[in-house]
RNA sequence: GUCGCUAUCGUCUAGAGGCCUAGGACAGAGGACUUUCAAUCCUCCAACCGGGGUUCGAAUCCCCGUAGCGACGCCA
């Protein structure tokens, strides 16, 4: 493998959900790796989280599956660089900390007293009363900790290219004692040994090799301790690391907000990606539409195929601004939960309200474009789990006549979700029918009489075919005098309760012609 | 508090000094088509944060404001 290969990771930890906003780092990082032909690596860090770590693990799995974006190397499929659990690779950075202390990088030092909170935190928890002294003593952990020598190396500035933004730059004071001489040493192994984050991340991607390191723009500031990290492992005799540590380049992606321009979070917004997938969104569609939050390709494409997104993917497009995720809130969610939730009930609360919020958005337009080329095959497959969690009985069908219902319904619908809704009236009978429907139908126009004759002349049909019915009922409402529309809709509210469908004489052809009579039936026993 | 980043229609965005009377898309309004709902097509509405420079010429370059966001831990 040259050196020169590109290779790039998405790095979650394990929280119990897939996050919108880490789908789509990991969307661009994907891109980057398949445009390049480069390598996608998975790897989890793992090494805070106790709970449900394997369970979490495979909600990430699952939701990059369904995403599409599938990796060279990770956690269930291994590769050369394995494990890709940071939690499984503490021995060795146990191992890298003890080389930095023997070339005199780095120290065991106990310097904090209140739980390691620096001074700005603790003057702002005070002064929102928050402040519990004691607390943070007990908190605070009693052993020494590493901490790195922090080497300026004379500069007056640190300063990094970034792929997207540019050149980024820091003062070297921020990283300075008062005296100007000194650097600010920081922690990068806890007194319980465990490393802290911006450490295990370095040496992870050194070992792995990662040419590019593609996140986002909240980890700006991390960027420059990981410099300095890696400028110190690079003091390191030859072998104490697999690899020759090499700044990778950077390239961090703005964030995602919220309708209030915060960031995106779980305590207020739907960030789940399974809630998206609950509410019957294509995942090709939720992918090109988070490709589009801070990316264009610079034509006026806006529905593009994976081909092309990949194609025309490169950084320099990227915007440096942040994107809004908007949604139509016109109702207030029904929790404050992101969708981590693990009650069905309430989750099916949340899906609710959710599919709410998609109407009439972009996000909701785009899947409908994806709908509307589905083919038939592939249709069926994507809306059938909806189907069945809707407690229809699919098995009662032959596959042809589920098809064409589903088929029907394909352009009237924007989700998946939605589709299996709109399908319902072949599935069950109407119990009632609408009050509005009745008063604007069939108590109109002769609407009842209208029906009570269509009754005949239906039950008269010998081919029960679509233009069978159609023929029949044109020619009903010619021989009558009257306008289609005042045959089609009392027949309408009849086998639906509703006023609306797809084609009435597909409606009766589908349904069949003794459910169609005994639809007619009960309608007229309910207004007559 | 300190540091950093950003600023174009309500939203996603195009824009690399003259192609800008600022383009496209979603949403919204109106219309056409129609058998309801969609789909489709047409029309309309709607933006360069403010102020200074630089320049023959600025949405674009520079400076200053302002605002928003982010980050700053023995969290990740």
Not at 218 to 247: M, S
Not at 483 to 499: E, H, M
Not at 504 to 510: G, K, N, Q, S, V
Request: aromatic share 8%; glycine share 8%.
């Amino acid at each position: 493998m040259s050196s020169s290969t590109v290779r790039v990771r998405f790095a979650p930890s394990p929280t119990g959900y897939l996050h919108v906003g880490g789908v789509r780092t990991a969307l661009f990082n994907w891109l980057y790796a398949r445009k390049t032909g480069g390598k996608f690596i998975l790897r989890i860090e793992d090494t805070d989280i106790q709970r449900n770590k394997e369970e979490a693990t495979q909600i990430i799995i699952n939701g990059l599956k369904w995403c599409g974006l599938h990796w060279d190397e990770g956690p269930d499929i291994g590769g050369p660089c394995a494990p890709y659990f940071q939690s499984q690779r503490m021995g060795h950075y146990k191992v890298v900390g003890d080389a930095l202390e023997k070339a005199g990088l780095a120290y065991w030092a106990k310097k904090d007293s209140a739980g390691g909170l620096p001074e700005w935190k603790i003057e702002k928890l005070k002064k929102q009363g928050k402040w519990d002294e004691e607390k943070a003593q007990a908190a605070a952990d009693p052993n020494p900790a590493l901490y790195l020598k922090v080497d300026l190396n004379g500069r007056s500035e640190v300063v990094f290219e970034d792929a997207v933004k540019g050149t980024i730059a820091k003062p070297a004071a921020t990283y300075q004692e008062e005296d100007g001489v000194t650097g600010k040493d920081f922690v990068i192994m806890r007194g319980n040994g465990m490393p802290v984050y911006n450490f295990a991340c370095v040496i992870d991607d050194v070992d792995m090799r990662i040419s590019h390191v593609i996140r986002g723009d909240d980890h700006v500031e991390n960027t420059f301790r990981q410099i300095f990290i890696y400028e110190a492992l690079a003091k390191l005799p030859e072998g104490a690391l697999p690899n020759a540590p090499k700044i990778p380049v950077f390239a961090h992606l703005p964030m995602i907000f919220n309708e209030e321009g915060k960031k995106i979070s779980k305590r207020r917004d739907p960030v789940a990606i399974t809630l998206y997938q609950a509410c019957g969104l294509l995942p090709e569609a939720m992918i090109n539409f988070e490709a589009l939050l801070g990316w264009s390709p610079g034509n006026e494409h806006e529905v593009m195929p994976m081909e092309e997104i990949i194609r025309e993917f490169s950084f320099d497009r990227i915007k440096s601004a942040s994107a809004q995720f908007t949604l139509n809130r016109k109702l207030p969610p029904p929790v404050a939960a992101g969708g981590a939730t693990t009650d069905p009930e309430v989750e099916a609360q949340i899906v609710e309200w959710l599919s709410e919020c998609l109407k009439g958005s972009k996000l909701e337009w785009i899947n409908g474009e994806y709908m509307r080329k589905l083919d038939a095959a592939e249709l069926v497959k994507r809306v059938e789990p909806f189907l069945l969690k809707k407690g229809y009985d699919v098995s009662h069908h032959s596959p042809a006549w589920l098809k064409n219902v589903l088929q029907m319904e394909q352009e009237r619908s924007k989700t998946l979700k939605q589709l299996a809704e709109n399908v319902a009236l072949f599935f069950n009978a109407p119990t009632k029918l609408e009050p509005k429907a009745v008063d604007k139908v069939l108590k109109k126009n002769d609407g009842i009489a209208v029906l009570q004759e269509m009754r005949g002349v239906l039950a008269g049909v010998e081919e029960w075919a679509g233009p069978a019915l159609d023929n029949a009922v044109k020619h009903f409402a010619e021989s009558k005098g009257k306008k289609l529309g005042d045959v089609a809709q009392p027949l309408r509210v009849a086998l639906s309760g509703t006023t609306v469908s797809p084609p009435i004489h597909d409606t009766l052809h589908l349904l069949g012609q003794a459910e169609c009579l005994r639809r007619i039936d009960f309608a007229l026993t309910q207004v007559c």
